[in-house]
DNA sequence: ATTAGCACTCATTAAAGGAGAGTGCTAACA
DNA sequence: TGTTAGCACTCTCCTTTAATGAGTGCTAAT
């Protein structure tokens, strides 16, 4: 069966009516609501078909349609229009921005918080990363007898805290010759490239404290083995104002689900390269959420590091709306980002 | 009216049995499960002298008694037995604490996962801090031509980052002297005391450099304006085991509340310095956890550092296992604490 | 002081009966 | 041949009614 104009329109009314009242569309509404210029009859003779090519479904014999999820793929795919951000909306997101950002936390922090009040969905955002950080420079403080603290710098001026156990006869410039033979190895490297030849070389050369040079590479290795940026999740109760998510064993699943940074990072991590990502519903392999879709994006800086963000909402969510946010969040972000950074 | 033994008795049974039902308790249910040697008739009228006195209320006419939040507390100050920890539960305890624990941040995330998990409420644990945390060193680490890194050492050793913007005239030299200038000042001082005169004296002795100088200031002075330690939260969505929580809207409310670290801080602050503190029910003065109960302690450290530890459920709570727990949970914190830091 | 007995209350559950929304089908119409 | 009015049919949702049962308070007997 083909996809006529007339099936088109239909199939546009029904989901935008569905997305917002969260009730099942009946003929007569359509007629009535969106002019077609035909009469109930008719629609419910294109709802039949559209029903026969799977695009939407019935809860009950006497209730409206909805949209199936292969429903909202065709929407998403060819009918959906682009929602414009009014002025207002623009200048509310810029102004958020200008409040003082002081670091990476803070701007993921406010994107996040936007997207999810903007939007009235769950919102994720990954913080940037690089594909594979490299170190630029080690630093090592005395705190006291027994132990130093190790402060790496990767070359996005990423800054990890260690602190380390040492022997009490170690001294002050002691400390100053391991740092500097380590500062010859590893710029430029990334920490999954400290291998045991590499520490070989710097045994030898210094002949003593083994202990103390492999503790730093152990932590220097580990700290970093962590994928990914910091996230940042906002909104997680959205899902209590969902209709479609009055029952507790839901909202709790997906609650629980949001609770993993891990499951966050795997569900952003899911990207294109390009554009927007939109998975619906079942699209979602992750048990839990396939009566859930997500709109995410990745935001580049330099080509060199990356960062994702999305918005996780009901199956019936604005789509074009959210794909908007997303976008324009994106952009923002690489933005906001880049400032701080340089 | 006075309350004779068998009042206690029969108040206990109530409590209890309500405790782990949450039903209300009727005359015949008592007289059956607790032998207390008399018929359903007399303790109904115990029953009702409890309800006068306000120990306990019934949900309408025709049902059981429950207690009121009078009757918790007479049970918590007077009734309540010694919950004994089992050897398994203790063992389980330490093992968890013997994983590899790098921070302060793994020490109270672990402990409140245990906590939330042994008590099947939710926890919330504040991390120790001084009460009012001394500088002890910075470290100035030049990061490109008009960046520098500022890590600030307390005397706990907590350690706080800052990237701070300077001009590209700055050297290696400069950093140098400005540190141990800086140095030299704060050793032993609260961040908050770091006023307009010492800024003065050091401007006088460098004479450049005000700029640098004065972020560094603010740095130090903003950085450790939040008061309190780091806050773990686990075991939020237990609440949506608890039967009297089959609302959305409360459920919702709840989260909401712990959601904003603030909430968490100001429930576990408000704790007597020594032992337990066990707040029931409307005893909480914060809107929407009116129906929940807060068993919280804090824990020291040398007398100097310390921390706050609590399990918040419902009102219809295990009183004596939450109490055992989080008087435990405040040892085994204090200990694990007090090697980590030394 | 305790207890058996009993009438009474009230939440909860199940069953029954509309009301209403929406459909599919048929037949008439342009 | 496509469109539409008309109508019987289905099924959810809401309300009403009735029955059940748990638990109480009160009274009178022990």
Redo the contacts with the bound molecule.
């Keep these: 069966m083909a996809m006529d104009e007339?099936k088109k329109k239909v199939l546009l009314a029904i989901v935008k009516d569905f997305i917002d009242t969260a009730?099942?569309?009946?003929?007569?509404?359509?007629s009535k609501k969106y002019n077609l210029?035909?009469?109930?009859?008719?629609?419910?003779?294109?709802?039949?078909d559209l029903?026969a090519m799977g695009y939407i479904e019935?809860?009950?014999?006497?209730?409206?349609?909805i949209p199936s999820d292969a429903g909202y793929r065709y929407y998403v795919d060819s009918l959906m229009e682009k929602y414009p951000l009014s002025e207002a909306e623009k200048n509310y997101i810029r102004k958020r921005f200008s409040q003082k950002i002081r670091e990476i936390r803070d701007v993921i922090d406010i994107g996040a918080e936007l997207l999810s009040e903007m939007s009235s969905y769950t919102s994720l955002i990954m913080g940037p990363y690089y594909q594979e950080d490299r170190l630029k420079q080690v630093v090592l403080v005395p705190l006291s007898a027994e132990k130093i603290l190790l402060v790496a710098i990767s070359q996005s001026n990423n800054i990890s805290n260690y602190v380390l156990d040492v022997p009490p006869s170690l001294t002050e410039n002691d400390l100053d010759i391991i740092s500097r033979v380590w500062n010859n190895r590893i710029k430029g490297l990334a920490p999954s490239e400290i291998g045991n030849d590499m520490l070989n070389e710097i045994y030898e050369e210094l002949h003593v404290y083994r202990k103390v040079i492999s503790n730093i590479a152990l932590a220097l290795f580990e700290g970093h083995e962590q994928p990914g940026g910091p996230v940042s999740l906002s909104g997680s109760l959205n899902i209590f104002n969902q209709p479609e998510f009055k029952d507790l064993g839901k909202i709790r699943d997906i609650l629980e689900l949001l609770e993993s940074p891990m499951v966050i990072k795997d569900l952003l991590a899911d990207t294109q390269p390009q554009g927007l990502t939109i998975k619906i519903g079942g699209e979602n392999k992750l048990e839990g959420i396939n009566q859930c879709s997500i709109v995410t994006a990745t935001y580049n800086l330099d080509g060199q590091m990356k960062g994702h963000i999305g918005i996780l909402g009901p199956t019936r969510m604005n789509y074009a709306k959210a794909a908007t946010l997303v976008e324009i969040m994106a952009q923002q972000l690489a933005l906001s980002l880049k400032k701080l950074l340089e």
Excluded: F, K, L
């Design positions: 007339r009730e099942p569309v009946g003929s007569r509404t359509i210029g035909v009469s109930p009859a008719t629609i419910r003779n294109e709802m039949a029903e019935q809860p009950h014999t006497s209730a409206g349609r």
